[in-house]
């Protein structure tokens, strides 16, 4: 069984997300936060393999929740939840140490398969999410073709981010590509624009 937690703030969403996947016959759900600072002096005490985090939370963001419990729960598995296409939001999440990107409104059984996903060695992301993400990431390399010192994407980073807008896994990419889920990891990380690293 594989143990998860829901961080959402919208009282009905948040109820019916927990109630779908505790019928689940291979999710376990620990329980829900409703807000980031609920879930950081809660979910370190659960044994979580993955957090379903929703990006705009009152208070603190997903995304500042996700870079506090990152090191507290090296274990965990940090999927976010939003209902905004933001590719502010999308980058500023993957360098928290998300590993999934999925727009709402979402089901408990799309939940159950990122869930699987993720433990797998994957990255759910929705196709939009993905395609996004190959856009910004083509108008920052473009950008920089005036500077001699910062290279465009190379045929390898190229063939990564097409794979990950077909929908393979970050462990597919890596046997197909002969190259460790690790750098596959770096490259998305690496190349995201600047101004979106922390």
């Known amino acids: 069984m594989l143990r998860v937690a829901i961080v959402e703030d919208q009282a009905a969403l948040r109820e019916s997300l927990v109630e779908c996947l505790q019928n689940s016959r291979v999710i376990q759900c620990l329980g829900a936060c409703a807000s980031a600072e609920e879930a950081v002096v809660t979910l370190p005490q659960w044994q979580v393999d993955v957090v379903f985090m929703d990006v705009n939370l009152p208070g603190d963001s997903g995304v500042r929740c996700v870079q506090q419990l990152a090191p507290m729960m090296p274990h965990t598995i ?106 596959v990891h770096f490259h998305i990380r690496n190349h995201a624009p600047k101004q979106w690293r922390r």
Do not use: W
Request: hydrophobic share 45%; with cysteine; charged share 25%.
């Open 78 to 183: 940090f999927v976010m939840l939003t209902a905004y296409d933001d590719a502010d939001a999308v980058f500023q999440s993957l360098q928290a140490g998300a590993c999934g990107y999925l727009l709402k409104p979402v089901r408990a059984k799309h939940l159950e398969e990122a869930a699987r996903e993720v433990v797998a060695g994957g990255s759910p992301m929705s196709a939009k999410i993905a395609r996004m993400v190959v856009q910004s990431f083509n108008k920052t390399a473009a950008a920089r073709e005036k500077t001699p010192a910062e290279a465009t994407l190379t045929a390898r980073e190229k063939s990564i981010l097409d794979a990950l807008v077909a929908g393979y896994l970050y462990k597919e990419i890596s046997d197909q590509l002969q190259i460790s889920e690790h750098t």
